[in-house]
């Protein structure tokens, strides 16, 4: 079995990684390879994790995920209400498409087979990972932002 142990990669490096991926794919490459480098220097394999564990701590993560960028979206919604007041049912309804984009977007950007290594643990995949939730995060913000806009009444 492949190790699947991951390199520590920080927040504000898994932009810059994901920038390379989107603008500079070949600089990512040459990441990658560093990563594998610094893979190769890991020390011995500890077991595997138990997969119910697995299961159960990406049940938990993707749940504060979903209720963080909820609370993003309510946020933003009642910040708008505050500085702008009522906004035009146009303005609701381009938050309401907005967000839909982005979810279709992730849907159909996220590459799985085709960049899939035999531990799961290349840089580019952890890459598609991270632009795949990031583009489900913005859609699902904005479209919660949406449901708590005020709507003018004025025709």
């Known amino acids: 079995m492949a190790d699947k142990r991951l390199t520590k990669v920080g927040f ?4 810059y ?9 070949a600089k990512l490459v ?3 390879e560093k990563d594998a480098e610094e893979r190769k220097e890991f020390p011995p394999s500890p077991p ?12 938990w993560f993707s749940l504060l995920l979903m209720i963080a960028f909820a609370a ?19 303005v609701i309804t381009l938050f309401q498409i907005t967000g839909a984009m982005f979810l279709l977007w992730g849907t159909l ?11 799961g643990v290349t840089l580019s995949e952890r890459v598609n990972q991270w632009i795949y939730r990031a583009l489900y995060c913005i859609g699902t913000s904005a479209i919660v932002c949406s449901l708590f806009l005020n709507q003018t009444t004025k025709p």
């Open 72 to 90: 993003i979206g309510y946020i933003c919604g009642q910040v708008i209400n505050k500085f702008l007041g009522s906004v035009p049912v146009i």
């Open 109 to 119: 950007f996220v590459r799985g087979w085709e960049i899939q290594s035999h531990g």
């Open 48 to 59: 595997p994790e138990q997969r119910a564990f697995v299961i159960s701590r990406a049940f």
């Open 30 to 32: 040459k990441e990658e």
């Open 12 to 15: 504000v490096r898994a932009i």
């Open 17 to 25: 990684l994901s920038f390379l991926a989107i603008f500079l794919p």
